[in-house]
């Protein structure tokens, strides 16, 4: 991966994006730190779909049951439907 000061990824944005897309990734750092990565769009996609858990692995997890606020019994009021007649 290629590493691009943001001066230079500025100035020659339209490289930095060709050069993305023909060899993948590209690093922009600030002051020597990294700072950021140009991805491909489809790459982003991909990494994005692979974080994201399932309804199976979410439903299956301790994490996500525990995660769930449920209300106390009783708590929660019911709509009362409009009487016929």
């Known amino acids: 991966m290629d590493a691009w000061p943001v ?3 500025k100035a020659r944005f339209s490289e930095l994006l060709d050069r993305c897309l023909a ?3 590209q690093l922009v750092t600030r002051r020597g730190a990294d700072a950021a990565v140009l991805v491909p769009v489809e790459e982003w996609r991909r990494l994005r779909a692979a974080a994201r858990p399932s309804l199976k692995e979410l439903l299956l997890s301790d994490e996500a049951r525990s995660a769930i606020p449920i209300p106390e019994r009783g708590a929660a009021r019911r709509r009362r ?3 016929l007649g």
């Open 23 to 25: 060899e993948g990734p």
């Open 7 to 9: 001066q230079d990824a």
């Open 81 to 83: 439907l409009p009487t």
